[in-house]
């Protein structure tokens, strides 16, 4: 098979090489990859940034990637035979398992995996892996009911975007927190009002919106503790990075993304159905996935950066 390599840290130094094709352990499938997604704990792993959350299993050269769509190949004892042949999603918690999808074929455990519909083309659907379950998880996590204000920071982007359609069609009430240039986004995605962000304090912006400030937040953005003055005294707060101190009798959580069997399947059927935006910036084939990776560090807007396989 052919596989992205990381052997030195730098988008430079990334290669596509010729390796065994894996073979899959008891409860695993194997998949023939069609598109996998760059996402931005790729360029982490890729540039070694996030060589500190490294398992210790793991070790060069690496292969990234954390989510795909192919064909399932083949399979081993305890998995569920029944996936044979089946267009898939997959995904993988590469910080946990070492173990990339960025390659030709591909071993995930079963439970890691659902069927996917015909219809949606592979490159889009792949989006919906890592990006989809975290926002599921965060939306988890916050456990609102029908008609809370929810604050959603990069509400228009990867992970923001997909939770900002979750959580409408939850019937929360959305606010996007954004920069003026994705307010269009924001709003396409079914944002009820919109908070600039950049110019003031966003707990200034969202408490013209709701003066005794939001019912929760959910922060994708990485925005921190100045996020919190958007959110009344006993609300929640979910970040999908280091959490800040609490304050003001809020409760601060870190979502965690993690395979959810049921959340991705959701997942899956709404962005085949047109419920979930999928949007893809560009594809490249998997031999040009350095000039992937310097497209996606250069990338502006939601589009992801996807890599694509010609199984044959």
């Not at 083949?74 to 946990?96: H, Q, Y």
């Not at 986004?185 to 944002?191: E, T, Y």
């Not at 996606?296 to 992801?304: P, V, Y």
């Amino acid at each position: 098979m052919q596989a992205v390599q990381v052997e030195r840290f730098g988008v430079e130094n990334l290669k596509v090489q010729e390796v065994a094709d894996p073979v899959p352990g008891p409860g695993e499938v194997l998949i023939a990859t069609e598109a996998a997604t760059i996402n931005p704990a790729d360029l982490a792993i890729v540039t070694g940034t996030a060589a500190p959350r490294f398992p210790p299993e793991a070790v060069p050269p690496y292969i990234p990637g954390w989510d795909l769509v192919g064909q399932v190949a083949g399979s081993a004892d305890g998995a569920d035979n029944t996936m044979k042949g089946a267009r898939v999603v997959g995904f993988t918690n590469w910080f946990r398992t070492g173990r990339g999808t960025q390659a030709s074929v591909v071993a995930l455990p079963s439970a890691n995996v659902v069927i996917a519909p015909d219809g949606l083309p592979s490159a889009k659907l792949t989006t919906v892996g890592v990006n989809g379950l975290a926002a599921w998880r965060g939306l988890a996590d916050l456990n609102l009911s029908t008609g809370d204000t929810l604050v959603i920071t990069g509400a228009a982007g990867g992970v923001g975007g997909f939770a900002t359609e979750l959580a409408v069609a939850r019937g929360l009430t959305v606010i996007a927190a954004v920069r003026e240039d994705a307010r269009r986004d924001a709003r396409a995605l079914g944002a009820h009002a919109v908070a600039r962000v950049g110019e003031e304090e966003l707990g200034t912006v969202v408490r013209r919106i709701v003066p005794d400030g939001a019912d929760a937040l959910l922060d994708t953005a990485s925005i921190g503790a100045a996020a919190l003055g958007a959110v009344r005294d006993g609300g929640r707060y979910v970040t999908v990075t280091v959490p800040p101190p609490p304050e003001r009798d809020i409760t601060v959580t870190r979502s965690s993304v993690r395979m959810d069997t049921e959340g991705m399947t959701t997942l899956v059927a709404m962005a085949s159905d047109g419920r979930l935006h999928t949007p893809v910036a560009a594809e490249f084939d998997l031999q040009n996935a350095r000039l992937a990776y310097e497209a996606f560090a250069n990338r502006k807007g939601r589009g992801r950066i996807v890599l694509t396989c010609q199984n044959t």
